[in-house]
Nanobody, 115 residues
Framework: QAQVVESGGGLVQAGGSLRLSCLAS????????MGWFRQAPGKQRELVAG???????VYADSVTGRFTISRDDAKNAVYLQMNSLKLEDTAVYYC?????????WGRGTQVTVSS
């Protein structure tokens, strides 16, 4: 079964907003890191935003000030609020959750920003 599942992707106009959600299986315990990565066609997967166990957030320079990551550890969930979307934000967005022993990737959700 899928251990990490993303949702909330879709088509949005430039300047619009979108919120992505990621739920990790309850069987995945002791999560110490959850984050969002993205991969555009022909490009490498890159970090968008992440939160470690200290709850400090880190963001890619390209999204700082526009995106906000939040965690709900009780639900094994992480969210990404995406505002002021740009064409270059178009990518498949992947959730990643890491426990002490292993990390898991979601299958991804497509975000397409149009003009």
């Amino acid at each position: 079964q899928a251990q990490v599942v993303e949702s909330g992707g879709g088509l949005v106009q430039a300047g619009g907003s979108l919120r992505l959600s990621c739920l990790a299986s309850r069987s995945l315990s002791s999560i110490n890191y959850m984050g969002w990565f993205r991969q555009a066609p022909g490009k490498q997967r890159e970090l968008v935003a992440g939160k470690s166990s200290d709850d400090n957030a880190v963001y890619a320079d390209s999204v700082t000030g526009r995106f906000t990551i939040s965690r709900d550890d009780a639900k094994n969930a992480v969210y990404l609020q995406m505002n002021s979307l740009k064409l270059e934000d178009t990518a498949v967005y992947y959730c990643y959750a890491k426990s002490r022993s292993v990390g898991y990737w979601g299958r991804g959700t497509q975000v397409t920003v149009s003009s």
